[in-house]
């Protein structure tokens, strides 16, 4: 192998630059040339593809965002999108490549690999920490950190006024970010889209509380089959019924997506880097690398895609003791 | 003087305690003794009043929200809940009061001073900084960072995925968040309730800026003419029409209250917070102490509520030099 | 099994303020009382002992800190101190005890076990990582990115003016916060206890990545054979005898220990409190509830003391690669 | 006119990013071709020029450091040096400078224009706010805020351990940052340049505030006529002699210059840029574009250089007051 390239695809997340910086210069370690595809797999199809260097990362491993920017590709879903993608790739003679993603990065990969016989390593680069394989994504501490500073201040204004406050955090088919956020936010409740609460069982919690507590926090993961936060808090006024309490919705929104990456992000997101260069080097091919009990770790992309990444049933328990 | 109380009304804002702080410390040092009131006028009618000490505002310089909580008193509206609030008053043997809000906390204060004549001096704790007789209010230059860090976010997913991002910040009549947060977060477009700029100008400066740009950033105050963010970009797609960009939209919402406050607003809050018991223990009342240019200056609560505090010209230039 | 008891002792972490929350809650959700001794040793030898509510511990799994203070204790090294301790938990009827700290803490907690036959769990509560038996200790996620936003301000000096930085961190014994801070900072170089890196390996590669870079930062462990970072720039300053080259050290010192505990900090605390309580009704003793592998697991305390926890050798090459 | 040249110089201050992005702009706005002279003045001796655009500034607003870089000159010292620096300006055609950076820079410039007639604005970029002429200077706001935070940092390890901390902030000539960072992080004593206290003053201090108080801070400006931090605690150690006293220090050193920039610092930096670029259009020269009371003011170069700006005394008291 002489040539790998790298890129981003699906929504963006921090700690992205910090694997794309680590792809690039453990590549050039071993003597490999390294390419940066921009905007994913349409970058792929429209050939937006440039040599990188030592000095093309420099600089961005505290980073948000991507510097080698995503998007969605319709036309890659097509048989002659993913052709011209091949094409290209030919063309600059690219014989492996690393996929920083999620799920439909993922499935994108599995397709051209087995479509060309293009080796591709997956490393999981999303804030939802959905992907099994992995013990986190990349993106997944930082987006929960803002988010939880994010609740640290609402807790302030709660307090002042006595408020009762759902706020909503990201996480459409996963409750990872919710739950880690009632734990460390001190939330009275947590709702998700893996375990089913009612509204009645909100509206006991809620009435219980108020007996020792005067102001109370409820975390919503958007997905919650409730609704989002705000659908929920108008189903609970509905049934509580008193005027005097006080209640109040905030959204965090994409706030989440962005910021300098955590610690944790960087380094996982490096680590990962490598080992996907690395892995490909050994041969490996339509896998991800992600890190499970601090140790590298190849899965298949079938099984990231396709298994479930079931929340911690000792965080549940926390959520319920703590909020006594 | 030997008795006087301190409380805090309306919106929480991030160096209230500093303020409260202040006054407890200010107060003893002069020998008062110093009494705070709890949950604002709703307090002062339940008789929810306590004294203070100089431990009891220990440790709160660098906490948002307010110790003495805050609430709205519909009962404060009428002849006898003021009555009431003022024999707790002369039942405790308060003889002045420091009242720690915005408009709606003045014009109660004006009211109670004017019915029973008692002592009363403003500090200007709002985030909104729309207060007439100080060039800042507390609380203003926390929410503006708060904000700002969020466009700092919320700017990496839009570079990353070459977006049109409408982002709305706090500002119901005023457009002082917003203007800052354009200048400083270098957003594109700004749109305050202050000035009129039309659906049309918007469509025709995003066309412009996409020549040169490929993502964008509009801040807009909750309180513009032509809606909120959600609303004013529903406006813009239908105009501008075009499948191939990408728009969001983002409330920062509450988060814009809370938070350890800035250097400034412990400066600001601590500083008014001093002036406003020197300035009744010299006698003045029905009045807010504020920081104009660098000196204390007390201002009649009639001007604080009435008189308007125009955005500054210059800002409104810069923020159309930097956008190009 | 009917009353219990905490403390923090050492050197204070945060996220012990969110242990010690998580140890009351969960005692008082399993009907047992819950006792809170404040400045560790010595005030359980003086006596030092209130009980714990729930409310005790409202509003504090955001805090850096110790609510419980922490302190040396000279008596407690002797005999009589410890029986004087013993005495003490006798008198309030406590059956167990949990002890949040380090190292010293469990050496401590141990020999009190042994001595009077008292049940002792301990939670890992120290910024520097280096106890065998858990993946992470309670505050070395906030300590590590403390210093990583450290780092990333210092680099913004370094990058404006060329300058060679060396920034010393924590870590006596232990490179933890070193190298994760090295990988994390995009550091140069890392020096740290666990391996030997000469000064003439410094210069060397100061020379070699002069070549490419003009500005470079060196992380210097605090307990580097070569000694701290201001002593090794004196040194390498003598070798490298070139007054082009702008030479600048700084010291993050205490700043590491505060701070409002990150996401993982807060959760890692709650988890490992409300593991101790549980390992305590189970009739465990002598051993420490930390995380291995996201499993709670519980470390007989010697292992804890003698065992050595080494850094990843992954890490080191992540070093290697991404610093050229 | 139609080329001007923009410089940064002195030590590197956050917000100068802000200030040079406005210069460039507001320069392109009117027409103006905007150059970008590398490393101060030793980049004008060496020629080390470059045209700027509007993109060459964008996503810079909210970086630390400064992107075009800053380093001492001795060559600009002698008259031969400037010469040189002449003819490159020449060369370019430039017919206009602005110079940011403090009392250094702006002695320079001074020189610069008086020998060759050469209009030259200057913008108040440093984080000492020790400048005659502004009422804050590019920078101070975001090195408050950062060392403030610290300060924060550190009470928690205080409060926990009952400590007495001195804190070393910058500060050679100018009390400014401890003066402000003493009253935002409610410090117990700040020692300054500006006003005398003696060791005993101090120990005095300490022994009284320790009836009430188990912590005490003690902010130190390092230009403090007692010394730095360190010695200073040396002293009172030496003094009080009480072994129970557990006294510790810690210097907050170069993360102050650093960081992305507060909001005021981007609104005063990019303020400070326009009005420079307009004062040069409308013939200014030799003075520095500062803000004092909310309006751009420009002073004359020797004004900025010889004249005092001492410290606020209401802060002063306000320190006395709050520290009881």
Same mark, same amino acid.
Request: net charge neutral; with cysteine; glycine share 10%.
């Given at each position: 192998?002489?040539? #790998? @390239?790298? $890129?981003? %695809?699906?929504? *963006? +997340?921090?700690?992205?630059?910090? /694997?794309?910086r680590a792809v690039v210069r453990t590549g050039i370690y071993h003597n490999l040339d390294v390419y940066g595809i921009m905007y994913g797999y349409d970058g792929m199809i429209n050939g937006d593809i440039k040599k990188m260097y030592t000095h093309s990362v420099s600089n961005i491993v505290q980073r948000g965002g991507t510097i080698l920017k995503s998007a969605r590709s319709e036309e890659f879903r097509t048989k002659e999108g993913r052709q011209k993608a091949y094409e !290209?790739?030919?063309?600059?003679? &690219?014989?492996g490549l690393v996929a920083i993603g999620g799920d439909?990065?993922?499935?994108? @990969? !599995? &397709?051209? %690999?087995k479509e060309f016989g293009i080796?591709? #390593?997956? /490393?999981?680069?999303? &804030?939802?920490?959905d992907i099994y394989g992995t013990d986190f994504t990349i993106g997944f501490d930082t987006a929960l950190n803002t +988010?939880?500073? @994010? #609740? *640290?201040?609402? =807790? *302030?204004? +709660?307090? +002042?006024? *006595? =408020? &009762?406050? $759902?706020?909503?955090v990201m996480g459409r088919d996963s409750g990872y970010i919710a739950v880690e956020c009632g734990i460390g936010g001190g939330a009275e409740l947590v709702m998700v889209p893996e375990t089913k609460t009612s509204i009645k069982d909100v509206v006991k919690s809620l009435k219980g509380l108020r007996k020792t507590k005067t102001s109370s926090i409820v975390v919503v993961a958007e997905g919650d089959e409730e609704g989002g936060a705000a659908e929920i808090m108008e189903k609970v006024k509905k049934e509580i019924n008193n005027d005097e309490l006080d209640f109040k919705v905030t959204t965090l929104g994409h706030i989440q997506r962005g910021g300098n990456p955590t610690a944790k992000d960087r380094i996982l997101g490096s680590w990962c880097g490598m080992a996907a260069v690395e892995g490909l080097m050994q041969g490996k091919t339509n896998c991800m690398a992600g890190i499970v009990h601090e140790e590298v770790v190849y899965t298949d992309f079938n099984d990231c895609?396709?298994?479930d990444k079931p929340l911690k049933k000792d965080y549940l328990k926390l959520i319920e003791i703590l909020s006594i």
């Open positions: 192998m002489k040539k #790998i @390239a790298v $890129f981003t %695809s699906g929504g *963006d +997340a921090p700690g992205m630059n910090a /694997c794309i !290209q790739l030919k063309k600059h003679g &690219i014989e439909g990065t993922f499935t994108g @990969a !599995q &397709i051209l %690999s080796p591709v #390593i997956g /490393c999981p680069g999303t &804030i939802d920490n +988010a939880l500073e @994010a #609740i *640290d201040k609402v =807790r *302030d204004t +709660a307090a +002042a006024h *006595d =408020r &009762i406050f $759902f706020i909503e895609i396709t298994k």
